[in-house]
């Protein structure tokens, strides 16, 4: 968990400036408080519930919006985070290599000139507006989401077993639909991109209008 780590290397860094470790101060100054060091300025400030902007928990990675999972091949574990593709409208696949997801919002700009279908996995008829994943690999309609340590497929099936155990709905009723292909996509690691259109190929073959 490097963001936890980091931010407990800021807290501890912060702790060892205001017990008087940081350069000895100038004995005139009459302010009782020592200002703020600038970096503590930078760290992520979550509100109330604990979530920062993207509305991640900066509290507990384990909590319930970013669970664990682990792969049926190799046993490694993950954190993953279930996404409604109804709620915002977006279609969304999987890189063919690696644990990437692609998210592709409904209402972008590029979703007026593109139409495709929402609330569901990506077509084909995309792929070929998108650029190449961060890996390498392409993103695919056909794509299952990958493990992050041996990039093999997972199964929708198999993932049942931690899905269903760590959603709160699932006390209520809620059960996975067991598809890679429906209306949730998963984002592993949080290894995922957003509106990654390859704006050359979109703007050839989906001209702007003038
Ligand atoms: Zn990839
Ligand atoms: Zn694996």
Redesign the pocket.
């Known amino acids: 968990m490097p963001a936890l780590r980091q931010l407990a290397n800021v807290s501890s860094d912060y702790t060892a400036r205001v017990r008087g470790e940081s350069p000895p101060r100038p004995a005139a100054r009459s302010s009782p408080r020592p200002p703020r060091p600038a970096r503590v300025g930078r760290r992520v400030q979550p509100d109330a519930a604990g979530r920062d902007a993207l509305g991640y928990s900066t509290i507990l990675l384990t909590s319930m919006d970013n669970p664990t999972g682990w792969?049926?091949?190799?046993?490694?574990a993950f954190h993953y985070r279930l996404i409604h593709n109804g709620f915002g409208d977006s279609a969304y696949a999987y890189c063919d290599a690696c644990a990437y997801t692609v998210l592709l919002d409904g209402w972008s700009e590029a979703a007026k000139r593109v139409h495709f279908r929402v609330q569901q996995r990506m077509t084909p008829d995309v792929e070929r507006l998108l650029k190449l994943c961060p890996c390498g690999g392409a993103f695919r309609a056909s794509a299952d989401p990958k493990?992050?340590?041996?990039?093999?497929p997972?199964s929708a099936v198999v993932a049942t077993s931690y899905i269903e155990k760590n959603a709160p709905g699932t006390a209520k009723g809620w059960r996975w639909d067991q598809s890679w292909a429906g209306v949730y996509s998963i984002a592993i690691n949080e290894k995922i991109v957003k509106e990654w259109w390859d704006e050359e190929v979109v703007e050839r073959l989906f001209p702007a209008e003038r």
């Open positions: 792969c049926e091949h190799c046993g490694g493990c992050p340590h041996c990039s093999r997972l």
